[in-house]
């Protein structure tokens, strides 16, 4: 792994270099953070589909961008990438005390807070004052709101079931729609950013990952409508005139299928 991994790093280099590549030469940091953001999700749909072959693949430009964006960095002399597998491979160790050090903890629940506590005291992380500090706010909507629900649940700011959500999914459904009644854009947009907070919260609940949930019915409204689609031939024309009742019809055929 070692050789392969040189290898990376030295094809990487080269595109860099005078004689190499015009379009990797004028890449930056920020550059490719699109590419990188982009490579990510192409995982995220290999694993979705069940695809190894595909998996294989986009872990691989990951690997390379990880490389590149390592290769920029030690031009600007801040890190390398051997200092970056140094520094990850002492963090691991460093937070997995119940597995290096034989400290004693068995229960997730105790682990995770013992990894909370060390994350706390690591260098660059001393100046953090929330909890909530150091959780990216880019992040999808729906994974973020999970993240700062699962962190807060940490010290005990959590409903003790699912029933409490759903009551509250109830209460912020009818909080949106007086605002809708009352005509209130501002309002709307908060309360409807409240229902789908509560969603997840209740998704949570039932061990249910919303953004995981919402990709699979977007993946099947997809396959509902590409099967609408495919009966007029493709023709959007012919699509846009065929009307709702037999677009219904439709799709109602396409979920009988499944």
């Not at 990850?88 to 997730?108: A, M």
Request: hydrophobic share 35%; net charge negative.
């Amino acid at each position: 792994m070692s050789e392969k991994f040189d290898k990376l790093a030295e094809i990487a280099k080269i595109l860099r270099s005078e004689n190499g590549c015009p379009w990797d030469r004028e890449q930056t940091s920020r550059s490719t953070l699109n590419d990188l953001l982009e490579e990510c999700y192409e995982f995220f749909d290999a694993v979705d589909k069940n695809d190894t072959n595909e998996m294989r693949e986009e872990l691989g430009d990951l690997f390379w961008l990880i490389i590149f964006q390592c290769q920029l960095a030690s031009e600007e002399n801040h890190f390398t990438a051997e200092e970056v597998l140094d520094d990850v491979c002492k963090k691991l160790i460093r937070r997995h005390p119940h597995v290096f050090e034989n400290s004693g903890e068995k229960d997730t629940k105790d682990i995770l807070e013992t990894w909370e506590k060390i994350k706390q005291k690591e260098k660059g992380k001393e100046s953090r004052k929330s909890i909530l500090d150091g959780i990216p706010k880019t992040l999808p909507s729906l994974y973020l709101a999970e993240k700062i629900q699962k962190k807060t649940a940490r010290y005990g700011f959590d409903w003790d079931g699912v029933l409490e959500p759903l009551k509250k999914i109830e209460e912020e459904i009818r909080e949106f729609r007086e605002a809708v009644e009352r005509g209130d854009n501002d309002e709307k947009n908060l309360e409807f950013g409240d229902i789908l907070f509560a969603l997840v919260n209740a998704a949570r609940h039932s061990n249910v990952s919303a953004e995981d949930a919402l990709r699979a019915s977007i993946g099947k409204f997809s396959r509902r409508f590409n099967y609408i689609e495919n009966s007029f031939g493709y023709d959007s024309e012919k699509l846009r005139n065929a009307g709702l009742e037999k677009l219904d019809e439709l799709w109602n055929e396409a979920k009988g299928l499944e």
